[in-house]
């Protein structure tokens, strides 16, 4: 991953990266900020739903694995426990997408409000000079 640089910098017109002095020039180390991007985007409707429904569908997919892993290679096959944790395959696909349509109906929600109300705001009336 790159990290985008911008212009250099001196001493003159401000810090340099990785510069450890405070402004003053005293030798005190400067606290150091979060290292990696951090996202200014907020939770929507849904997400939560997604989330859990990928990480549901994740422990499936791996059940699934571990129930055929012992059918190809000609082991005993594993406990009936192991088929029903397969069905969280599903159960994952449909609780994410119980959060994708919650998060459609959000932003439908959102857009028909928006749109009620710069239809209800009248127009400004035309100035005559």
Do not use: H
């Not at 426990?81 to 395959?89: I, R, T």
């Amino acid at each position: 991953m790159q990290r985008a640089t911008g212009p250099a910098t001196t001493k003159a017109n401000g810090p340099v990266p990785g510069d450890k002095t405070s402004p003053g020039g005293s030798s005190v180390l400067m606290a150091r900020t979060y290292p990696g991007q951090v996202s200014d985007e907020t939770p929507q409707a849904g997400d939560l739903l997604v989330r859990i429904g990928a990480i549901v569908f994740l422990v499936g997919a791996v059940a699934t694995l571990a129930t055929m892993t012992p059918l190809f290679i000609g082991a005993d096959p594993l406990p009936s426990v192991f088929y029903w944790v397969c069905m969280l395959m599903g159960a994952g696909f449909l609780i994410a997408a119980a959060g994708v349509i919650r998060s459609v109906l959000a932003q439908r929600r959102q857009a028909d409000a928006a749109s009620a109300a710069s239809a209800a705001s009248p127009a400004p009336a035309p100035t005559v000079t």
